[in-house]
Nanobody, 117 residues
Framework: VQLQAYGGGAVQAGGSLRLSCAVS????????MGWYRQAPGKQRESVAT???????IYAGSVKGRFTISRDNAEHTMLLQMNNLKPEDTAVYYC????????????WGRGTLVTVSS
């Protein structure tokens, strides 16, 4: 299973970025997935998740600003981030979870998002 995250970068507050996560090696449509982030000195936290049924859950801090989506045909998960704030600065990771008799998580390497004030 391979996950490759793209789209990080540096923006000013109020700007937008779109993260992509390309996934291979699994039955994409059967997997739950999400975006997580880790800021310097902080624990990794969930940003947004989307289930295999398309149900989405957002962290309160990003609700209304970020949108998670998935393209089962392209095996890609997206995170559209609007109205970015300095506190959104972190390394963003994508994760997929699949069930093969037990639940297994797979993580991408992460992409850095830096938001300046």
């Amino acid at each position: 299973v391979q996950l490759q995250a793209y789209g990080g970068g540096a923006v000013q507050a109020g700007g937008s970025l779109r993260l992509s996560c390309a996934v291979s090696g699994i039955i994409f449509s059967a997997a739950d997935m999400g975006w997580y982030r880790q800021a310097p000195g902080k624990q990794r936290e969930s940003v947004a998740t989307i289930s295999r049924y398309g149900v989405t859950i957002y962290a309160g801090s990003v609700k209304g600003r970020f949108t998670i989506s998935r393209d089962n045909a392209e095996h890609t998960m997206l995170l559209q981030m609007n109205n970015l704030k300095p506190e959104d600065t972190a390394v963003y990771y994508c994760k997929v979870t699949r069930y093969t008799g037990r639940w297994q998580d797979y993580w991408g390497r992460g992409t850095l998002v830096t938001v300046s004030s």
